[in-house]
């Protein structure tokens, strides 16, 4: 099987800017998570999406939101970028089991100028 | 909320020899997973090992392998002859049974692991 994938792979951006990552799970997963990765704060956790609806989520502003569509690929998007938000972005995917492993994917690596 | 702390941000091995990285938990659950990731400088999360909580047992992949305390809230991972291929930041990770604290998995710090030929 195909492993979890990530688009872009890099993206820059300035502040008060939007963006909008990407993330297909692995095949036949209905769950995926985000989490967001600095220096400074290590791995956070942002959401999850488990069949289309959010059934967790992180401690992060409003500006941080995220949606899952039928095929289980999700997008999240951020509203106006601060360089705080300067981060990888790494995406996760399990069948959505209690018991599940989460796989990760490579990760967007998102630069705020 | 549960807390995961590695206290080692930095460990070195020689080729061939064992290294141990330790990892403690803080939390009032009886039902959880524990994880260790490895993430080398491509940045792509690697599954190393994981542990039920419920297993007194503890887990083992070829090289890899955990001492589990649940009683002291330890879960240290032992890498037996260690590659250059090893080398890489680890994280131990935790995450909740309990279907009502989701699924969400923390991390500690991590722990930077340098190879030495």
């Known amino acids: 099987k195909a492993g979890v994938t990530q688009t872009p792979r890099y993206l820059i951006k300035t502040r008060g800017q939007q963006v909008t990552l990407s993330c297909s799970p692995i095949?036949?997963?209905?769950?995926v998570s985000w989490y967001q990765q600095t220096p400074g704060q290590g791995l956070q956790f942002l959401f999850e999406y488990f069949s289309e609806t959010q059934r967790n989520k992180g401690n992060f502003p409003g500006r941080f939101s995220g949606r899952q569509f039928s095929n289980s690929r999700s997008e999240m998007n951020v509203s106006t970028l601060e360089l705080g938000d300067s981060a990888l972005y790494l995406c996760?995917?399990?069948?959505?089991?209690?018991?599940?492993?989460?796989?990760f994917g490579p990760g967007t690596r998102l630069t705020v100028l | 909320a549960q807390t995961v702390t590695q206290s080692q941000p930095e460990m070195s091995v020689q080729e061939a020899e064992t290294v141990t990285l330790s990892c403690t938990y803080d939390t009032s659950e009886s039902d959880y997973y524990l994880f260790w990731y490895k993430q080398p400088p491509s940045r792509q999360m690697i599954l190393v090992i994981r542990q039920e909580a419920y297993k007194q047992q503890n887990a083992t992949e070829n090289r890899f392998s955990v001492n589990f305390q649940k009683a002291a809230k330890s879960f240290s991972l032992k890498i037996s002859d260690s590659q250059l291929g090893d080398a890489a930041m680890y994280f131990c990770?935790?995450?909740?049974?309990?279907?009502?604290?989701?699924?969400?998995?923390?991390f500690g710090k991590g722990t930077s692991l340098l190879v030495t030929p």
């Open positions: 996760a995917s399990t069948q959505g089991l209690a018991t599940d492993t989460q796989y």
């Open positions: 095949s036949g997963h209905r769950s």
């Open positions: 990770a935790y995450r909740s049974a309990n279907s009502n604290s989701g699924y969400a998995l923390n």
